[in-house]
């Protein structure tokens, strides 16, 4: 059986360690060994399987953040972290070899992990990529941009490319490697994952390229029925940290609509607010595949479960509370199966918004039509694909990719 | 060959990694290995990095309004993410793995309370190394950090048991072998507390169950400097660019001194230098501590390396410290009569206190009487940790 390292190393969003935990379950319940490389440690509360596995800090550096701008490029973003420095690179890249020299992976799966993946490249350890289209940059040189909301300095774009390039080649020279001839070839991968679909992904300019569908976690917290009424039914996820969540609130509470809201560590006062009758306010996770097929309106921030809603033929109303968030909207606005709302918008819009979404028939059908064109597509299948395609690349499994012969994964 | 993990977790200080830097060389002569575990892996020049293999530490999660007073060690822990048991719980767990992964003879913790428990939980020995701090005095409650200060006993209680809760509840979800620790003192406890200072600077005073090596020698890479004129006073300073009155100071500096040399590790070359005056050199990097041989005055925040130093060469100081830590080595070097020290809030003239400080012969005479507490020969890390691995 295969040894299989986990790294997720940039991105504030749990949904990577839970997207994460989703694929290594399925792996470890085939008999395959796991350990996770994590930016932050205690999310993992959140996934008591990965008691199983050996847990590890992923190398960051304390500078990371400092004086960055509104990102342009992937290339941006690398320079908002060690990558600003060949130094500082250099250490974190040697951290990252120190574990996966010791831990001896046959396979390195990298959700938003540029460091791990050049550490894997320069050990000559398999690696993939596993994110959804913005933390998969395309292959190209320079690493295009996906600012769509200014215009973009060609020049600018070229230049934070020349820059982590150079800062990446010193960081490998002093390990006695010669140098990458382009920035992308550091994310050069054995197969890149790339969970999302083409009308979802934040770069809408990638060449064709073979993607896997979202990385939507059904399988955890209890199955829960919406309560009974007339009113639709919205499902809502989103952070107590929405600037705008006690509009939110007020204008669930003043509908019809029935709601299942799971917003993790709500005060009690708002709590009281947003609970009533057809309302209810939980504290954990409940089974998205069984609330997603009962739902007329999921209100979220962006993420996995948006495209995952999607391809459920579910309409989706965002708030994006940052630059990813705000392409998945723009390119969830394109599909006329949902809707956003600015972090300026006041309580009147999310009343309309919330309205039209509600009312409007066009977004249902969109939806829908949405979701027809990815019949083959569930989460579970998915992750089946995802794991013949790993066991292929570590060469456990003879099975041809596509074979449905493999046992079914736990739910 | 035995191999040691040693663990540093919290503290920022240059101070910790040259500590490090420095014991593993010592244990390398004597046959042993070495693997760091450090919050900042850049702390670590690349030639020592190629030597001794660096993992990061396992970070907890501060939270969002740490208190800024806190009243003991369990208190501090708590500012630095012990009260969150989730995040205290990955934490461990990921020490516990990077242990198995290290396979580690014995874990050595530099201000490292998180794998002070990893080792407890893998029934490993453990010691701990540092500058005293980062070991408070046993007590129930623990005490106070601010001892002329008056506080309720019930209150420090209350720190304690709030850390016990948390602990326990790591050890549980965390799923740690062997019995949690029962009290906040034995959340700090291990086999040995080697301080790598002298009794007379330890924070908290002098103790019986601290064993004092003496300030390690520092082998980490420093700028040669010489005085290079006859003017006096000479002022040497070594002083931190991230300190508020960092630039209030060198002007001060400037004022005071015939000539003077600002040691400014972490000066941003990008923007212009805090003075041009010919009298003064700042340099923004360590620079070779001999230079005090020939200096009137030490001006420092009272970090364990530069006020040893300016100790051993029986040159007078002004501690200016920035933190508690410092402030607590400051009141030691002050009762001990060889320093002067500004309180971190203080509004002061700058040169005024600094003139007094020039113009004292006390100090002076005092700085001149301690030299040989300071010329006392240093144990060495190594060989105590060596004898440790022997057992």
Redesign the interface.
């Known amino acids: 059986m295969a040894r299989v390292a986990f790294a997720w190393e940039l991105g504030g969003s749990i949904g990577h360690l839970l997207s994460c935990a989703g694929l290594a379950r399925a792996l470890h319940a085939r008999g395959h060994a796991v350990?996770f490389v994590?930016r932050?440690?205690?999310?993992?509360?959140l996934v008591p399987e990965a008691?199983a596995y050996?847990?590890?800090?992923?190398?960051?550096?304390?500078r990371e953040g400092l004086d960055t701008g509104i990102p342009v490029s992937y290339a941006d973003i690398l320079l908002g972290t060690?990558w600003r420095d060949a130094?500082?690179l250099?250490?974190?890249l040697?951290?990252w070899r120190?574990?996966l020299?010791?831990?001896q992976p046959d396979l390195l799966v990298a959700d938003f992990a540029p460091t791990a993946l050049l550490a894997a490249r320069s050990l000559a350890v398999k690696r993939v990529a596993f994110g959804n289209g913005f933390f998969n940059p395309p292959a190209m040189s320079p690493l295009p941009p996906f600012r769509v909301d200014a215009s973009v300095d060609a020049a600018q774009v070229t230049a934070s490319d020349t820059a982590a390039l150079a800062h990446a080649n010193g960081a490998i020279q002093?390990l006695g490697e010669g140098p990458l001839a382009q920035l992308c070839d550091a994310f050069a991968t054995d197969e890149d994952f790339l969970c999302t679909f083409p009308e979802l992904d934040h770069y809408a300019t990638r060449p064709p390229s073979v993607y896997w569908g979202p990385r939507l976690r059904t399988d955890l917290g209890n199955p829960m029925d919406f309560p009974d009424g007339a009113g639709k039914r919205v499902l809502v996820y989103v952070q107590r940290s929405l600037p705008q969540l006690d509009a939110l609130i007020n204008v669930l509470a003043g509908s019809a609509h029935r709601v299942i809201a799971y917003i993790p560590d709500l005060d009690n006062p708002r709590r009281a607010r947003l609970a009533g009758r057809g309302r209810a306010v939980i504290d954990r996770p409940i089974r998205l595949d069984i609330a997603l097929r009962q739902c007329d309106l999921l209100v979220c921030h962006g993420g996995e479960i948006a495209g995952g809603a999607l391809a459920s033929g579910v309409p989706v109303l965002l708030f994006p509370t940052h630059y990813e968030q705000y392409l998945t909207a723009r390119r969830l606005e394109q599909t006329g199966a949902g809707g956003w709302i600015p972090p300026t918008a006041n309580a009147a819009s999310i009343k309309a918004g919330v309205q039209a979404m509600t009312t409007d028939p066009r977004f249902l059908a969109n939806a829908r039509a949405f979701a027809q064109r990815y019949p083959a597509w569930s989460p579970q299948e998915q992750r089946r694909r995802i794991v013949a395609r790993i066991e292929q690349l570590v060469g456990v499994a003879a099975s041809p990719i596509l074979s449905r012969s493999s046992p079914p994964e736990p739910p | 060959v035995a191999r040691v993990l040693l663990a540093w977790e919290f503290g920022?200080d240059l101070g910790h990694a040259r500590r490090a830097v420095a014991t593993a060389r010592q244990l390398r002569e004597l046959g042993h290995e070495t693997?760091f575990a450090f919050?900042?892996?850049?702390s670590?020049a690349?030639g020592d990095?190629?030597v001794f293999?660096?993992?990061?530490?396992?970070?907890?999660?501060t939270p969002e309004a740490p208190d800024p007073a806190p009243l003991n060690a369990p208190d501090i822990l708590l500012n630095l993410g012990y009260a969150?048991a989730?995040?205290l719980?990955?934490?461990l767990?990921?020490w516990q793995?990077?242990v198995?992964?290290?396979r580690p003879s014995l874990l050595l913790c530099d201000y490292a309370p998180t794998a002070l428990l990893a080792a407890r939980a893998a029934g490993l020995p453990r010691l701990t190394l540092g500058s005293g701090f980062s070991v408070p005095p046993a007590g129930k409650p623990m005490p106070s950090l601010r001892p002329w200060a008056a506080i309720d006993p019930a209150l420090l209680m209350q720190r304690d048991m709030r850390l016990m809760a948390s602990v326990r509840e790591a050890w549980k979800?965390a799923?740690c072998n062997g019995a949690p620790p029962e009290t906040a003192a034995e959340v700090f406890a291990a086999d040995a507390h080697l301080a790598c200072t002298w009794p007379e600077l330890d924070p908290f005073g002098a103790r019986g169950d601290v064993e004092y090596l003496g300030p390690q020698p520092d082998t980490s890479a420093a700028q040669a400097q010489a005085w290079r004129g006859e003017a006096r006073p000479r002022v040497f300073a070594y002083l931190k660019p991230r300190d508020p009155r960092f630039a209030k100071i060198v002007e001060a500096i400037v004022k005071v001194a015939g000539e003077a040399i600002v040691a400014a590790p972490g000066l941003d070359p990008r923007q212009p230098p805090p003075s041009a005056a010919d009298n003064v050199r700042i340099v923004g990097a360590p620079v070779a501590l001999d230079v005090l041989a020939r200096a009137d005055l030490c001006v420092n925040p009272g970090g364990i390396g530069v006020l040893s130093a300016a100790l051993r060469h029986g040159v007078a100081q002004a501690l200016l410290p920035m933190h508690l830590e410092q402030y607590l080595v400051a009141r030691r070097a002050v009762e001990g009569g060889f320093a002067r020290a500004l309180e971190p809030d203080t509004d002061a003239d700058f040169a005024t206190w600094l003139r007094d400080a020039l113009a004292d012969r006390a100090l002076r005479e005092a700085a001149l009487a301690a030299q040989p507490l300071g010329r006392r020969a240093p144990a060495s890390a190594g060989e105590r940790i060596a004898r440790a691995l022997a057992r």
């Open positions: 350990a994590l932050e440690l205690r999310s993992l509360a008691s050996d847990v590890f800090q992923a190398p960051l550096s304390p060690s130094r500082e250099g250490a974190l040697r951290g120190a574990l020299e010791g831990w002093e | 920022g693997a919050p900042d892996l850049a670590i690349p990095a190629a293999a660096s993992y990061p530490s396992p970070r907890l999660a969150d989730a995040g719980a990955g934490a767990r990921a793995s990077l198995r992964l290290v979800l799923a």
